[in-house]
């Protein structure tokens, strides 16, 4: 789930119309008489259509996005008894936690993939009955 939730809030921030925006344009006037502001538009863009993402934020944004797939990855070592599942799903919870220096992303990020994510990585690392430990 919270792999999932990485992606489609990724997705979301990129693409969904949450900026909003507002401009006034000048009426186009003959030259030496002065403009004059035409009416004020009003609206909601998307990140992608408010600036340039390349290279940011897009690259916070794919961090901010995946990191719980690399925890996903991790969990499936772990329960499979192969080596590096720990460190993979620790990796993954401090790439998701870096999303707190952001204003813009943490409000998003934060409650719907870091807390799930943090849930998810206290529940897998705790020791399982029978499960032998490294």
């Known amino acids: 789930m919270s792999a999932a939730l990485g992606v489609a809030m990724g997705l979301l921030f990129l693409l969904a ?5 507002c401009r006034m344009e000048l009426t186009g006037a003959p030259p030496g008489v002065p403009s004059t502001p035409g009416p004020t538009i009003c609206g909601q863009q998307s990140l992608i259509e408010a600036q340039t993402v390349w290279p940011m934020p897009l690259l ?10 690399i925890s996903h990855v991790g969990v499936r ?17 401090v790439l998701e936690a870096t999303v707190l220096i952001s204003f813009g992303a943490a409000p998003f990020f934060a ?13 897998a690392l705790m020791p399982r009955p029978g499960m032998r430990t490294h």
């Open 77 to 93: 070592r772990k329960m499979a008894d192969q080596g590096g599942g720990a460190g993979l799903i620790i990796a993954a919870l």
């Open 111 to 123: 409650p719907f993939v870091l807390l799930p994510l943090l849930i998810t990585t206290a529940i």
């Open 60 to 69: 916070a944004i794919a961090v901010w996005s995946l990191a719980p797939l």
């Open 17 to 21: 119309p949450i900026q909003g925006y």
